[in-house]
Nanobody, 124 residues
Framework: LQLVESGGGLVQPGGSLGLSCAAS????????VGWFRQAPGKEREGVSC????????RYADSVKGRFTISRDSAKNTVYLQVNKLKPEDTGVYYC??????????????????WGQGTQVTVSS
């Protein structure tokens, strides 16, 4: 199973991006999926997670009301719509599988099959 993130880029403060996490096969759809980000010199931070069925979502306080996670099982893809971007949202965004279904954003060690990441830069 491989995950590939895409959709990052350079955007001005207040702008939006649509990130995608595409999986190589449909076993992806049996598991919760999380999005994390890492800024230069900082630890990886949990941003959002969605349950295997898509019925439960979780967000970090710093992104609530601005980011929306969703998934499309037919496309083996999880999305992260990021709106009202701030400079502090800058970083490499990664997706990963949560086999535990706990969606614990404070425990990056519970996630596996990390993608290569997509860079999001918020700057004027």
């Amino acid at each position: 199973l491989q995950l590939v993130e895409s959709g990052g880029g350079l955007v001005q403060p207040g702008g939006s991006l649509g990130l995608s996490c595409a999986a190589s096969d449909s076993t992806f759809n049996y598991y919760a999926v999380g999005w994390f980000r890492q800024a230069p010199g900082k630890e990886r931070e949990g941003v959002s997670c969605i349950s295997s069925k898509g019925g439960n979502t979780r967000y970090a306080d710093s992104v609530k009301g601005r980011f929306t996670i969703s998934r499309d099982s037919a496309k083996n893809t999880v999305y992260l719509q990021v709106n009202k971007l701030k400079p502090e949202d800058t970083g490499v965004y990664y997706c990963a599988i949560d086999f535990t279904e706990r969606c614990d954003l404070s425990r990056a060690d519970l996630y596996a099959y990390w993608g290569q990441g997509t860079q999001v830069t918020v700057s004027s």
